[in-house]
């Protein structure tokens, strides 16, 4: 039982270059959440997902897409990505019910130069 | 919307000791539930305690309990004989109720040092 999983863990981009993060769970959870976590700061909410075909944006989501064909995967794209998107970011995930806990893959960092 | 504050950027004590972390929130919401989340330096986020905020009864898990003041919108973190493997940064978390797939919203946080 791996739990969450993100790949990879560490990638430099370049300034206007794309990469998609990759997050996967084995735990049948429907509700999948992706966050950033910047400097001395907590994580904030970047889009989540409660099934598959379902997504909807959090609180920062400019800069960023996803896609939930499944319910195992949630993939995070960036497009045109810029020094403002360096951070750790983390997906999540959570079985649907009233202040359910979420269990947190073990992020990648992102370096934008 | 909600906010979260931690007013402690960094607090240190000697290994054995009880330390306290704060956690004030702020929201209209009258159902909902607070976290305790900690993050050692291998950056996974590892759930420390939860509270629902209709108990009136503090969560008590192992060492680790909280004083929850729902009037004062209050959430402190108590960790009683502190050991090193305690060191870490500390988020308060916050969850509006309802079983809407709503995210987490977390303070700044709080580092945590235990000295030997």
């Not at chain 1, 960036?78 to 997906?91: D, G, H, I, K, R």
């Not at chain 2, 539930?33 to 008590?60: C, D, G, H």
Request: net charge neutral; hydrophobic share 30%.
């Amino acid at each position: 039982n791996a739990g969450v999983t993100q790949t990879p863990k560490f990638r430099i981009l370049k300034i206007g270059q794309s990469m998609t993060l990759q997050c996967t769970q084995d735990m049948n959870h429907n509700y999948m959440y992706w966050y950033r976590q910047d400097p001395g700061m907590g994580l904030k909410l970047i889009y989540y997902s409660v099934g598959a075909g379902i997504t909807d944006k959090g609180e920062v989501p400019n800069g960023y897409n996803v896609s939930r064909s499944t319910t195992e995967d949630f993939p995070l794209r960036l497009e045109l990505a810029a020094p403002s998107q360096t951070s750790v970011y983390f997906c999540a995930t959570e079985l649907a019910g009233e202040g359910e806990t979420q269990y947190f893959g073990p992020g990648t960092r992102l370096l934008v130069l | 919307a909600q906010t979260v504050t931690q007013s402690q950027p960094e607090m240190s004590v000697q290994e054995a000791e009880t330390v306290t972390l704060s956690c004030t929130y702020d929201t209209s919401e009258s159902n909902y539930y607070l976290f305790w989340y900690k993050q050692p330096p291998s950056r996974q986020m590892i759930l420390v305690i939860r509270q629902e905020a209709y108990k009136q009864q503090n969560a008590t898990e192992n060492r680790f309990s909280v004083n929850f003041q729902k009037a004062a919108k209050s959430f402190s973190l108590k960790i009683s004989d502190s050991q090193l493997g305690d060191t870490a940064m500390y988020f308060c978390a916050f969850m509006k109720g309802g079983g809407g797939a709503d995210g987490l919203t977390f303070g700044k946080g709080t580092h945590l040092i235990i000295q030997p």
